[in-house]
Every structure is written in structure tokens, then in C-alpha cells.
């Protein structure tokens, strides 16, 4: 089993698809040094990492449901 399939069955996350168009997606590369990520990150003047999986935000509750 590759990293891959652990993630997504561990965890949910299917990096092998494209979360946009559904479409397969190539892994070309890993990076896991710390330093190497920061620096990556600093050259692209991004102070917080960027995670596309993140769930869509829920709209506000609907308060006269409640009252």
C-alpha cells in the first residue's frame, strides 16, 4: 500500500484526485524537511501554509429555528 492509499484511507484525503475537476492527479514530488518547507514558503512570502483540503464553510445558524 503507498502513502497515498494510507492517506486517503486512514484520514479521507485522496491526493491522487483533483479536488477542482475530479481528474487524476501525478505526484512529482514530497517534500517533509521543515527547513526546506519554510524556505519554500518565505520565497513565496506566505506566511501560513495553504491546505486545499479544508472543509467549505457552513452558513450562520438560522436563529428563528431556535426562538
Known amino acids: 500500500m503507498t502513502w497515498a492509499q494510507r492517506l486517503k484511507r486512514v484520514f479521507?484525503?485522496?491526493?491522487?484526485?483533483?479536488?477542482r475537476c475530479g481528474g487524476s492527479v501525478r505526484?512529482?514530488?514530497s517534500i517533509e524537511d521543515a527547513i526546506t518547507?519554510?524556505?519554500i514558503l518565505t520565497h513565496r512570502n506566505e506566511k501560513t501554509c495553504f491546505h486545499p483540503l479544508l472543509p467549505e464553510s457552513r452558513a450562520?445558524?438560522?436563529?428563528?429555528?431556535?426562538?
Open 12 to 19: 479521507g484525503i485522496d491526493i491522487e484526485t483533483c479536488v
Open 27 to 29: 505526484i512529482v514530488a
Open 37 to 39: 518547507i519554510e524556505k
Open 60 to 67: 450562520p445558524p438560522q436563529v428563528e429555528l431556535f426562538g
